[in-house]
C-alpha cells in the first residue's frame, strides 16, 4: 500500500548536523503517521522520533530529545529529520515508518505497517 524511499544519511564529525528525508507513495499522505527508528549493529530497532498525520503532534525519545527534530511536508509527501549535535552513539542505520491507525503511543514497532530500506548514519569522534 505504501512505499517509503530514505535519504539524507551519510558521514558526519561529532557535533555536525544531518537531515534525513523519507518520501511515501501509495496512499494518501496526511492519513499517515510517520516514524524513524534505528538499529545499531548487535542491538534491536529503538525508536527515535515520530509525527502524526491528522494534528502533527510529535513525540522523540529521551536520547535525542533537544537535539533532533521531526517534521512533513504534506504537500511533497515527505517526512524529515533533522538531526544536530550528533554524538558516535547516534551512529546507526536509521528506517523511515508509516501506519495508519492511531495509537497513543509513538514507540512500538508492531504498529507500524511499512518500512523503508534504511539509511546509514555514521558520527565519527
Known amino acids: 500500500q505504501v512505499q517509503l524511499v530514505e535519504s539524507g544519511g551519510g558521514l558526519v564529525q561529532a557535533g555536525g548536523s544531518l537531515r534525513l528525508s523519507c518520501t511515501a507513495s501509495g496512499r494518501t499522505f496526511t492519513s499517515l503517521t510517520m516514524g524513524w527508528f534505528r538499529q545499531a549493529p548487535g542491538t534491536e530497532r529503538e525508536f527515535v522520533s515520530g509525527?502524526?498525520?491528522?494534528?502533527?503532534?510529535?513525540y522523540s525519545a529521551d536520547s535525542v530529545k533537544g537535539r533532533f527534530t521531526i517534521s512533513r511536508d504534506n504537500a511533497k509527501n515527505t517526512v524529515h529529520l533533522q538531526m544536530n549535535s550528533l554524538k558516535p552513539e547516534d551512529t546507526a542505520v536509521y528506517y523511515c515508518?508509516?501506519?495508519?491507525?492511531?495509537?497513543?503511543?509513538?514507540?512500538?514497532?508492531?504498529?507500524?505497517?511499512?518500512w523503508g530500506q534504511g539509511t546509514q548514519v555514521t558520527v565519527s569522534s
Open positions: 509525527i502524526r498525520g491528522t494534528d502533527g503532534t510529535t
Open positions: 515508518a508509516a501506519r495508519t491507525a492511531w495509537f497513543w503511543q509513538f514507540t512500538k514497532t508492531t504498529t507500524y505497517d511499512y
